[in-house]
């Protein structure tokens, strides 16, 4: 068979992109909510990094997880919260986002090689002593739900809320984002707009990815003459 599988190849392409424009699509529309109800956000946040906090401890002391790892978990969620001091501004040079970023990736690399490092019988004491009784090994449902809950959520869930902070809207505190003041001296606004004396408006993290995205598709597409753009860059 020749067409057959062509086609079948053809349906997992399309699928894909189909797939990526729905996430696209959630996440933008998420990140809009979350411009519009700002300090329900702040509230959901705060109250779900709590109760991974006690998700964590209770893994802990219940179900044996390792002492450094969650502890290492912990720490990292309170570094989380950091970021919600200025919420949902943030600026991508302050030491805390940058620890958080940091963090992320520590947590995933930590709890993935606790995960595919299967434990010795006498490390644990999950594993009974009788030889033909199975350990309690994890499943792949169960891996997948924490990595999603305990490792995940709180990032995803902070890249979605939080806006660059080039792209805020000169108000009280945003001074902390663009770090200069909201007016001069005479009255009139500071270097906060686009030029022409109109003011930015504030633009989440996931809004500026997807709008940078489409932006490098239509001028990329102008450049090698698949459709006609107004933005296209000449040479």
Not at 41 to 60: F, M, V
Request: charged content about 15%; aromatic content about 12%; overall charge positive.
């Amino acid at each position: 068979m020749w067409i057959l599988p062509l086609v079948g190849y053809t349906g997992v392409l399309l699928g894909f992109g189909f797939l990526t424009l729905a996430i696209a699509s959630g996440l933008y529309y998420l990140s809009e909510l979350v411009e519009e109800h700002t300090v329900f956000a702040r509230k959901l946040l705060t109250r779900l990094i709590y109760a991974i906090i006690a998700i964590q401890t209770l893994l802990t002391l219940i179900d044996r997880f390792p002492l450094l790892l969650s502890l290492v978990s912990i720490v990292s969620h309170g570094v989380y919260m950091g970021n919600l001091r200025h919420f949902p501004i943030v600026k991508l040079t302050d030491p805390v986002f940058i620890l958080s970023c940091v963090l992320v990736l520590l947590n995933h690399f930590l709890w993935f090689r606790h995960f595919s490092t299967p434990p010795s019988p006498s490390s644990s004491s999950r594993y009974p002593s009788s030889i033909y009784d199975r350990p309690e090994i994890p499943t792949f449902t169960e891996i997948a739900s924490y990595f999603g809950i305990c490792v995940w959520l709180v990032p995803f869930a902070l890249f979605v809320s939080l806006s660059a902070g080039e792209n805020v809207l000169p108000s009280m505190g945003s001074e902390y984002a663009t770090g200069g003041n909201l007016r001069k001296s005479d009255g009139s606004l500071s270097g906060d707009g686009d030029g022409d004396g109109r003011a930015r408006r504030k633009k989440g993290l996931v809004k500026a990815a997807v709008d940078w995205v489409v932006e490098w598709i239509g001028e990329t597409g102008g450049l090698l003459g698949l459709w006609r753009g107004d933005k296209v860059r000449r040479f």
